[in-house]
């Protein structure tokens, strides 16, 4: 390897950062900054190390051994020959590339316009690749920052300027129009919040006593004919209302008064006229024994009620007043808690407001309008603003329970595990090794490591293992010059895959299998498996030759740029994303957040150098040995300690199907690793790994878990699970059995691409086990469940934010310098969901409605 290369550059905020070739002025500008102090020390200490290592940031290091002496952490080794392509000593291949908008200069032949370009063959074993969307911005003009002039002008400016006023004008307009978009959005959720308070309502406990009636008079009138009631008791679901024939009747009745009544609540028997059933009775049921309700946990049941527009009438006129009757067939007094709603939310049109704000996150995702974290809080936003609105503010604990805090320290956990686990170098080995087993040849690699992911998924959480197999992934894509992103497309597909096989590799299947009802039916863990392993064996094929179809050629699976000009753009992704951490709320921050941005700019030089020569690399390829070399465990010690932990929360993700050996939650065993880990690593820079966190994904996360519930709260859920029923109820009866699969697994399929599938399964259990009930329908129930689950499982393919591990992976590889947007994702993803939904239409056609397997 020729002396005056650097190691390749690695940028990811897990590992290490290398460097690319620079010009002498990028590499000797480290003269001793005056103005170093202890406070900027320590934010220098909470770069990642391969930051810390940069000749850059060597007055920071030389400092910091100054003053605490050197550690096991060198500067690399710095050559003074490295440049842009000035070198004699490099190998030269001559191009010809034709430039006419430069006009002399920089070597251009000012007549023809051509430019004649020395390029070096600057031989790196293992290629560092930006994302492919991002190459193809910026060569289009867009979010490449470059220093403009010659190399001491430090001024920045952006690629799309050199494009001409008009491009500049359009982008002003853009942004113009969204910023005044986005403060109409904010206005209108401002507003409603401000001008609304909470809803609080107030419980009573009360009894129903046995043989006789209990009521209640609504102390106010309600603004309109709807009021919602509220029981709160040891009640049974609608689903169980065959197994008892115990209920409770409620109704609504209007009391007609002699006289306007000043106490409402205090009316007796002789002011009372006239009384009218206005509402038909609301059956609630209860166990069919009374000793069971004292074994029962409370659930709470709700009813909106519409008295109609002339009862309402009447009673806004004070001719009457509303009185709630409640009784009861059971052989003894039923304690409930009784709580009224006057203005309950109208679903009908809460609905079109739902569907209003998916709308609008989806705008702004598909086409990149803003973050898509900050779409998702504008979103979840506007639904409460929405909510406010139509008066069913929630209050802030009620807000807190919609998030599910299992998910974010599962979540947190794993991230903080795999960040340290990292620093051991096992990635770039398991890299290597694979690249060794495979021979270097791509197809079987990828086949390889998808496989592997399908089947870690089918035992592990999804989510936990594309957190652990996203970075041995783009390790394996630098060694082999792949562009990471459509491998880890294809390795998040194979993930929601064979999550899909049991019932604890994906969250939709874990709400499916621990239905009570559901697993009382027959539906264990072997039955669930053995029914799923057929199509999704099937499904992995025609997965297979689907993303063979769509990257067809290997040159599909790299970059259309040089190597050494993808080098360089990754490279500065990440120092900006690195720059752009810190604040600017001390002296001392700014002062490395300077150095950072310097650093910037002369890798922005070197890429305009590279861009405007039409430099192209040499193609080297690394021998085994070499990568053997280059990529060792780094840490063994910690390498120990870390598989020590892994071996332990991995072990209770097993025992987390077995209730009775274990009882810790997968969030729990997280965080408990990722403590247990900290504290056997020994890390005094605590910071360092917490900024290694994928905060962003996190909130992301949260504002999508309020936005569902939000959406579920104006009747979105609710709606799409009636209009499926309704759909299964008008067909004959020969054909229901396969209307009923064919529109639970599409539907369930369609809607969990594009809204949470944890509610949406949640909604679609109680329609399969409703239809199941049915008597007059007389439909089995295990091909509803094996419907539901494929369609819940393998619809999460559909799109980018359509199930969790794609969020994860997609921020994870963003972390590392590899963005792929939704647009991407679709064209991937999409294609394959639908091919996948087909194949399992066809299975569970042929198992159970020709050969009824069931």
């Given at each position: 390897?020729?002396k005056n ?18 010009s002498?002025d990028?590499?000797?500008s ?25 000749p850059?940031l ?20 710095e ?21 006419p ?14 430019l ?6 600057t ?26 002039g ?13 494009h ?50 209990r ?46 009544t000043?106490n ?56 009457a ?35 209003i ?26 639904a ?27 979540l ?35 086949n390889?490591?998808?496989?592997f992911?399908?089947?870690l ?47 604890v ?11 009570s ?13 053995l029914?799923?392993a ?6 992995m ?8 179809m769509?990257?067809?050629?290997i ?27 810190l604040?600017?709320y001390?002296?001392?921050e700014?002062?490395v957040?300077?150095?950072l941005l ?10 305009k150098?590279k ?6 690399p ?16 780094r ?20 025992l ?23 504290i056997?690593?020994d ?40 209009q ?13 059995l ?19 599938n ?5 909604m ?17 129930l295990?091909?509803?469940?094996w ?29 590392h310098g590899?963005?792929?947007t ?10 394959v ?20 397997w069931h």
């Amino acid at each position: 390897m020729p002396k005056n290369l650097r190691p390749p550059s690695s940028t990811n905020a897990y590992g290490r950062i290398g460097l690319v070739p620079e010009s002498d002025d990028s590499l000797h500008s480290q003269e001793m900054d005056p103005q170093v102090t202890e406070a900027s020390l320590e934010i220098w200490r909470t770069l990642p190390a391969a930051i810390r290592q940069d000749p850059s940031l060597a007055s920071f290091r030389q400092e910091h051994e100054r003053l605490h002496g050197p550690d096991d952490d060198p500067l690399p080794n710095e050559d003074c020959s490295a440049d842009d392509g000035d070198d004699n000593s490099k190998e030269f291949i001559t191009i010809k590339v034709t430039n006419p908008s430069q006009n002399g200069g920089d070597g251009t032949d000012s007549a023809s316009g051509k430019l004649t370009a020395t390029t070096t063959a600057t031989a790196t074993p293992s290629p560092r690749a930006g994302n492919k969307h991002q190459q193809n911005g910026e060569k289009h003009g867009h979010n490449a920052t470059m220093d403009h002039g010659g190399e001491g002008d430090e001024h920045e400016v952006t690629m799309h300027s050199m494009h001409g006023h008009p491009h500049q004008q359009h982008g002003k307009v853009f942004s113009t129009v969204k910023i005044s978009a986005l403060l109409v959005v904010w206005l209108i959720f401002t507003g409603f919040l401000m001008s609304k308070n909470e809803k609080e309502l107030e419980p009573r406990q009360m009894s129903i006593p046995e043989g006789r009636i209990r009521t209640y008079i609504l102390p106010d009138s309600p603004p309109g004919s709807r009021v919602g009631i509220y029981l709160k008791g040891a009640f049974l679901n609608d689903q169980q209302h065959n197994m008892t024939s115990n209920y409770v009747s409620v109704n609504l009745q209007l009391l007609y008064t002699n006289s306007n009544t000043s106490n409402l609540t205090n009316i007796q028997d002789h002011d009372v006229k006239h009384v009218e059933n206005v509402t038909d009775a609301w059956l609630v049921p209860v166990p069919a024994y009374p000793d069971q309700m004292d074994r029962m946990d409370e659930i709470t049941r709700k009813h909106v009620f519409d008295i109609g527009t002339a009862s309402h009438r009447k009673v806004a006129n004070g001719k009457a007043v509303i009185r709630v009757h409640m009784s009861s067939n059971v052989e003894a007094d039923v304690p409930v808690k009784f709580t009224y709603d006057s203005t309950p939310i109208d679903k009908e049109t809460g609905v079109i407001y739902a569907a209003i704000v998916l709308l609008g996150l989806y705008v702004l995702i598909i086409w990149e309008i803003v973050n898509r974290t900050f779409a998702a809080m504008i979103a979840s936003t506007l639904a409460i603003g929405v909510l406010a609105a139509m008066d069913e503010r929630p209050s802030m604990p009620k807000l807190i329970s919609w998030i599910d805090v299992e998910t974010l320290l599962l979540l947190f956990g794993m991230m903080i595990m795999v960040a340290i686990l990292s620093e051991t170098g096992i990635f770039d080995f398991l890299a290597v090794y694979a690249y060794q087993v495979t021979n270097g040849r791509v197809w079987p690699l990828i086949n390889c490591l998808c496989i592997f992911t399908a089947v870690l998924s089918s035992f592990l959480d999804n989510v936990t293992t594309v957190l652990l197999m996203t970075p041995v992934t783009i390790r394996l894509c630098e060694v082999m010059e792949l562009n990471p992103v459509p491998v880890l497309m294809s390795m998040v597909i194979y993930s929601n895959v064979g999550g899909t096989l049991t019932p604890v590799g994906d969250p939709p299947n874990v709400i499916i299998a621990s239905n009570s009802y559901i697993s009382k039916n027959g539906v264990n863990f072997a039955t669930f498996t053995l029914h799923m392993a057929i199509p999704i064996a099937i499904v992995m094929v025609t997965t297979y030759f689907q993303l063979r179809m769509k990257f067809k050629t290997i040159s599909d699976l790299r970059f259309s740029e040089p190597q050494d000009v993808q080098e360089i753009r990754h490279e500065i992704a990440v120092w900006q994303r690195a720059a752009a951490s810190l604040s600017s709320y001390s002296k001392d921050e700014d002062l490395v957040r300077e150095t950072l941005l310097k650093k910037v700019n002369k890798l922005s030089r070197s890429l305009k150098k590279k861009l405007v020569s039409g430099s192209v690399p040499v193609e080297y390829k690394a021998t085994l040995e070499e990568l053997k070399n280059k990529y060792p465990i780094r840490n063994k010690v910690l390498l120990v300690k870390s598989a020590v932990t892994l071996a332990f929360v991995i072990t209770f993700f097993f025992l987390h199907s077995a209730p009775d050996i274990q009882k810790l939650s997968l969030g729990w065993t997280a965080l408990l690793g990722a403590v247990l880990l900290l504290i056997l690593a020994d890390r005094e820079d605590i910071e360092s790994v917490i900024a290694r966190v994928e905060w962003s994904t996190l909130l992301f996360f949260a504002a999508l878990f309020i936005l569902m519930e939000a959406l579920a709260e104006l009747g979105l859920i609710e709606w799409i699970g009636k209009q499926t029923e309704n759909v299964i109820l008008s067909v004959s009866e020969e054909s229901r059995l396969a209307v009923a699969i064919l529109l639970i697994l599409w539907v369930s399929a369609f809607a969990s691409a594009f809204v949470d599938n944890i509610p949406l399964t949640t909604m679609m259990v109680k329609i399969a086990i409703g239809l199941a009930e049915n008597e007059a329908l007389d439909l089995p129930l295990k091909p509803l469940v094996w419907a539901l689950a494929l369609g819940a499982c393998l619809g999460g393919n559909g799109t980018l934010i359509g199930a969790s591990a794609n969020v994860v992976c997609a921020g994870v590889a963003e972390q590392h310098g590899y963005r792929f947007t939704f647009i991407e994702y679709f064209k991937v993803g999409f294609p394959v969901m639908v091919g996948s939904v087909i194949v399992s239409t066809v299975y569970l056609l042929f198992a159970h409605v020709v050969f009824t397997w069931h």
